[in-house]
């Protein structure tokens, strides 16, 4: 957490993304999304409960990607533009987690 807070503090420009979050605690789940601009939830409960107040994108339902700046949101649209296949989009509460398609255990 301290990496990316100190990555943070050093330019607002820089684009942080949080990745391997499974175990997470929910302190610094909480720590990083307020920082992060893009965070991946792995098998993470607490970044998955973070994300129903804070974010603002969501890429994927089973490993999902969390957009919580409009810098962030901005890459993942950026990112579906190359997408060569059919996109669903929908505007709608997030996050959107089938409980068939999560990995168990969240930690």
Known sequence: MRDAEQCRAISEDAIIFGVHLTGITR????????????VTACASRHIREHAKVHAIL?????????????????????????????LFL????LPVLPSDKQPMPLI
Do not use: H, Y
């Open 27 to 38: 302190s610094d789940a909480e720590k990083l999304c307020r920082v992060a601009d893009l």
């Open 58 to 86: 969501q890429a994927g339902t089973a490993i999902p990607i969390f957009a919580f700046t409009p810098a962030g949101k901005e890459l993942l649209l950026e990112r579906a533009k190359e997408i060569g296949n059919k």
């Open 90 to 93: 929908s505007a709608m509460q």
